[in-house]
């Protein structure tokens, strides 16, 4: 099974920036599984906001395109979302993920205040 931790949320002023991350274990799977980021804003569903896979290939949301950026450094085990130009409606819980694995972290908070 994998453990996922996520940190790096906070508050920030619309136009700001983040940095997310999301610590991966076992060590050394993460070079091998496709990594996702969502997030929930209360009221609403989980969304998918961006992903990475094992070869490198990124897709992105269409709210956060241009904006976000998702990396990965497997010798860190860790995968990352840099969050530029944020706007309130950015404020949620986000979320990392493996596709195929049940297992989801505690997230992290992200509010963007006007």
């Known amino acids: 099974q994998v453990q996922l931790v996520e940190s790096g949320g906070g508050l920030v002023q619309a136009g700001g920036s983040l940095r997310l991350s999301c610590a991966v274990s076992?060590?050394?799977?993460?070079?091998?599984?496709?990594m996702d980021w969502y997030r929930q804003a209360p009221g609403k569903q989980r969304d998918l906001v961006a992903r990475?896979?094992?070869?490198?290939?990124?897709n992105y949301g269409d709210s956060v395109k241009g904006r976000f950026t998702i990396s990965r450094d497997n010798a860190q085990n860790a995968v990352y979302l840099q969050m530029n130009s944020l706007k309130p409606e950015d404020t949620a819980v986000y979320y990392c993920?493996?596709?195929?694995?049940?297992?989801w972290g505690q997230g992290t908070q992200v509010t963007v205040s006007s």
């Open positions: 076992p060590r050394n799977i993460i070079s091998i599984i496709t």
């Open positions: 990475i896979t094992s070869g490198g290939n990124t």
């Open positions: 993920h493996a596709p195929g694995f049940s297992s």
